[in-house]
Every structure is written in C-alpha cells, then in structure tokens.
C-alpha cells in the first residue's frame, strides 16, 4: 500500500455501518452493484461483513442471523452539490441493471422531492435500511421554522392537511399515514380550494396509493383528475407536478 492510498483511507470521513439480513447478504450487496456502488471488501467468515464505495457515500454492512426487519433499520443522510444528477446517474444504473426502477417496496428508491428545507430521495435497501441523499436549499432550521409559520398562517385547514400529507409520504416515507390524512381532509374539509391545490392533493394521492400498491385506487384518483381544469398560470406553477401525473399515468398502464 503506498502513502497516497493510506492518506486517503485515513481522511476525515465517516462510513455507517448497517445491519442487514445474514440470509439475503449477497442479494443486498447485488443492490448496491446496481446503484453503482463497488464493493471494496467482503468477507463470509467468522462474519458476514462488507463495505461499499461510490463518489458519494461509503457503506459497511454486518450480516445478522435470524435478523428481524422490525426495530433493526439504520438510516443516514448523504448531503450533495448536485443531487438531480446523483439522482439521474443512479435511476440510470438500476434501469441498466434490473430493465426497470424499483420504486415500491424493497430495494426500491423514491422519486425526487422538495421538502422545506432540501431536494431529496431516499434509497432503501433490502433490509430495509434508508439513505437520504439531498441538497440543502438553505439553513435548516429556519426554513422549517418558516414553513412551519406559513401553514400555520394557512386559513384553509385542507391546505394544512395537505401539507402535513406530503411531510408524511416524503419525509418519512410513511404512506399510510399521508394516506390517512388526505382521505380525512377530502371526507370532512368541504370549503373551496383552488384548483392548483386540488391537483396537487390528488397527484400525492395517487402516488400514495401506488406506493402502497393501492392500484386500483390509484386509477380512479388518475380519473379524476382529468377533471380538474388548470389555467396556464397555474400549470406554470406546477410544472414538477405535472411532470409526476404523465409518469403516474404510465406507471399505472
């Protein structure tokens, strides 16, 4: 080993390491073979263990016998300059590898999304282990703090529920929580809501319901928003929407 690959092992990095399931090591390993990702170590015996490299982040996995999924996910966030390329490169490689994305259930990675404080999307693994790969859009604490004041200052209490949903569905990727709240909002928030919000409430609908492989109820969300009628100032506005309603549409085909 000459100097210059030991000074860049011993840089100031940190590299999570991650319990997995003992039984499905290699297929989890495949997983990140087909994000791009290469493997740097491997070991079988006396344990189960592995770790991973790519321009972004670096992975170590230890391989648990009789690994129960409840209670044993890790997570970390990957902090990027550039995460629509990251993103794309990503997409891209698991298209190669598999002949399509899996973005439901597990291994699956979610579409890109803003929240209040950054662009991301999240990887999950087979084990159910989750990375947040995102770019800041400022300091964190106060955008949260501010968005936080805007939806409180909403007087539309379908607004707030909407708002609430997404956090569910895209920051904590708990979509039946997202599904919950916007089937309450839609039964019991009867005052008018513009037609941009509409749109946006029934396009995270039906992404909800195809994450929780809901399709039929899917479809007919689809349906309904061929009914919702959008100025060009407001399909303006929503161009990233959109963009995910043509992708629901043939996803959902």
């Not at 590299?15 to 073979?33: G, Q, S, V």
């Not at 629509?84 to 973005?103: D, F, M, Q």
């Not at 282990?129 to 859009?137: D, K, L, Q, Y």
Request: hydrophobic letters at 35%.
């Amino acid at each position: 080993m000459n100097k210059e690959h030991l000074a860049r092992l011993n840089r100031n990095r940190t590299i999570p390491i991650f319990d997995c399931d003992y039984d499905l090591f290699d297929l989890h390993l495949e997983y990140y073979t087909a994000l791009g990702f290469e493997i740097t170590y491997y070991q079988k015996a006396p344990y189960r263990f592995a770790s991973v490299e790519k321009d972004i982040a670096e992975f170590s996995f230890y391989g648990v016998k009789n690994f129960d999924e409840n209670g044993k996910q890790g997570g970390c966030y990957v902090a990027v300059p550039n995460v629509r390329e990251v993103y794309e490169e990503l997409r891209k490689s698991l298209k190669a590898y598999y002949g399509k994305i899996p973005s439901k259930g597990v291994p699956r990675i979610s579409r890109l999304n803003k929240t209040a404080e950054d662009w991301r999307f999240n990887i999950t693994d087979c084990s159910g282990n989750t990375i947040i790969v995102g770019e800041s859009i400022g300091d964190s604490t106060a955008l949260m703090e501010a968005e936080e004041e805007r939806v409180n200052a909403q007087c539309s209490k379908f607004e707030k529920a909407y708002a609430q949903a997404y956090r569910f569905a895209f920051s904590k990727e708990d979509f039946m929580a997202a599904r919950n709240t916007l089937e309450a909002a839609f039964r019991k928030f009867e005052e008018q809501i513009s037609n941009s919000l509409l749109f946006k409430a029934k396009v995270l609908q039906t992404e909800v319901f195809f994450s929780l492989n809901q399709n039929d109820k899917a479809k007919e969300t689809l349906l309904e928003l061929n009914d919702v009628k959008l100025t060009e100032a407001e399909k303006e506005s929503l161009i990233d929407v959109i963009e995910r309603y043509e992708e629901l549409k043939l996803e959902l085909n």
